[in-house]
């Protein structure tokens, strides 16, 4: 498998669940991002991890919480969400943290909290 | 306060036609500049991007972008569309760093 993958596509939770959100790259980058897509709004970046450590964390609530194991593996654990947190998690991966560097997305996954 | 504005919420183009898509930005520098494209329950695709050099950038599937410095603008043009250009497209910049922030984007219909 090539690329970025994202599991699941789909997800429906209630606001006392916990779930979580995985990305796996397979393209031997460095680093890995997660953004957030609400409709006709722009795409918000919530973390990056370059080598494993966050190094963004853009003011996100602790509802919340990402994990990155290695550098291919990337996890956004979610509990107790509320319902404007549905929307499209994106994940993203480069070779290196910079501007430099093409983000690659995975499809995302579409996330609807009841 | 920095900002990426994308004017056109949703163009409808015929098939074979010409499309441009706007993008405007705001920064005290120019930044690293991107278009992305989201096809139907897809991620995002990168299209081309430009950090300097010759300011008309050439990317996949056959589209370009202009940078214009004195008009704050990086907009993105196709000669001929084709029915699966349908999607929508996301302008962005990046000051210098892995910052990128998206326009609200622009959703494209092709009618043939």
């Known amino acids: 498998e090539t690329g970025v993958t994202q599991t699941p596509r789909h997800l429906v939770m209630g606001m006392t669940n916990k779930k979580s959100l995985k990305c796996e790259q397979h393209?031997?980058?460095?680093?890995m991002y997660w953004y957030k897509q609400s409709a006709k709004k722009p795409l918000e970046l919530m973390f990056v991890y370059s080598l494993e450590e966050r190094v963004e964390n853009n003011s996100v609530p602790s509802r919340f919480s990402p994990e990155c194991p290695n550098s291919s593996h990337l996890f956004l654990h979610l509990h107790t969400l509320q319902p404007e947190d549905s929307a499209l998690y994106l994940c993203?991966?480069?070779?290196?943290?910079?501007?430099?560097?093409?983000?690659?997305f995975g499809p995302g996954t579409r996330l609807l909290v009841l | 306060a920095q900002s990426v504005t994308q004017p056109d919420i949703h163009i409808t183009v015929s098939e074979g036609a010409s499309l441009e898509l706007r993008c405007n930005y705001s920064y005290g520098a120019t930044p690293y500049l991107f278009w992305y494209v989201q096809s139907p329950g897809q991620g995002l695709q990168l299209l081309l991007k430009y950090f300097s050099g010759d300011t008309l950038v050439q990317g996949i599937k056959g589209f370009e972008a202009e940078f214009k410095r004195s008009q704050s603008s990086f907009n993105l043009r196709k000669p001929s569309v084709h029915w699966s250009d349908a999607a929508e497209y996301f302008c962005a910049v990046a000051p210098n760093d892995y910052k990128l922030s998206f326009g609200a984007g622009t959703t494209v219909t092709v009618r043939a």
């Open positions: 393209l031997g980058h460095n680093a």
């Open positions: 993203a991966s480069s070779q290196e943290s910079s501007g430099l560097e093409t983000q690659y």
